[in-house]
């Protein structure tokens, strides 16, 4: 994994999702270590919301992607946007997202990157 | 009945909800009962935009549950009444005697508790308090998600996280 690349921000999810999806990042692009993973497994809501928030201040990120909308993640990180209005929250996160984040996007532009990249590709007809 | 999903989950509205059993049992309605959250414009705000559009979600305390849950049975839809503790399932327990089986879903790692199974973690007190939910004639049984099998109060009790 890259190393000299600093910290943009925290991917927090289910089980080993933001594990997942960053060691994906760096196997395409070597930039993983522009990211923290965040697991919620076995934790109460106020210990998610402490291990993002310990993520953010040493790493000193402000964006936090997580993986489903309605996840205890995203639960807790806009119970923390609402006192540190700072944060960028994006959910739902896809890898075509994160990669153009690592590659220089910024969130609103990787979400749109997000966005159209994901689709339904039909097999050709008659093969 | 169409509300005969009681369930106690710290983390309240979250993804295993909405998702893992929303979906699967065609939930058209959640009940939050939690004093906290029925006093917070903005705590409800939170939990509503975690959940779908075609689900309604109705906020209560425990009264006001206890006054309502005549209205709620008699909505056809399936529904989920969650508390994020034991306690408030308990005295909801004790305001409407019909509730028959209590799952507990989530109650995570914190200072003092103690692992039972991978998403159940108790304190001594906890454990006294859903011993006492059985001791009413209620089933309690753990279950996260609806593809596991639900696990007895007594198996809970003995178990040291691994299951």
């Known amino acids: 994994m890259t190393t000299n690349s600093p910290v943009r921000a925290v991917v927090a999810g289910h089980g080993t999702f933001a594990a997942g999806i960053i060691s994906a990042v760096d196997q395409i692009t070597g930039l993983g270590a522009q990211f923290v993973a965040v697991s919620n497994t076995g934790l109460a809501p106020g210990s998610i919301e402490e291990l993002v928030r310990t993520a953010l201040a040493d790493s000193g990120a402000t964006v936090v992607f997580t993986d489903l909308p309605a996840g205890s993640c995203t639960m807790a990180v806009r119970r923390m946007a609402k006192l540190a209005p700072g944060i960028t929250l994006v959910t739902g996160v896809t890898l075509p997202t994160l990669l153009a ?27 | ?91 909801l327990v004790a305001r409407v005697p019909d509730i028959h089986t ?40 753990a279950q996260d998600v609806p593809t596991g099998a639900p696990i007895p109060l007594a198996d809970v009790l003995v178990g040291d996280g691994t299951n």
């Open chain 2, 1 to 91: 009945m169409a509300l005969d999903l009681f369930r106690i989950d710290d983390r309240l509205i979250h993804g295993q909800v909405v998702v893992g059993w929303g979906q699967p049992c065609g939930l058209g309605f959640l009940v939050l009962v939690d004093d906290a959250v029925v006093g917070s414009e903005w705590e409800q705000e939170l939990y509503r935009m975690g959940v779908p559009p075609e689900m309604d979600l109705f906020f209560d305390s425990v009264d006001s549950a206890a006054r309502r849950i005549a209205e709620y049975r008699a909505d056809r839809r399936p529904g989920l009444l969650l508390t994020g503790d034991i306690a408030t399932m308990a005295a």
């Open chain 1, 101 to 127: 984040f690592a590659l220089g996007a910024d969130p609103e532009e990787a979400v749109a990157r997000g966005r159209e990249s994901l689709m339904i590709i039909e097999a050709p007809r008659g093969a």
């Open chain 2, 102 to 141: 209590v799952t507990v879903g989530g109650i995570h790692h914190q200072q003092g508790r103690v692992a039972r199974l991978r998403y159940v973690f108790l304190t001594p007190d906890e454990e006294a308090q859903l011993r006492a939910l059985a001791s009413r004639g209620v089933t309690v049984q």
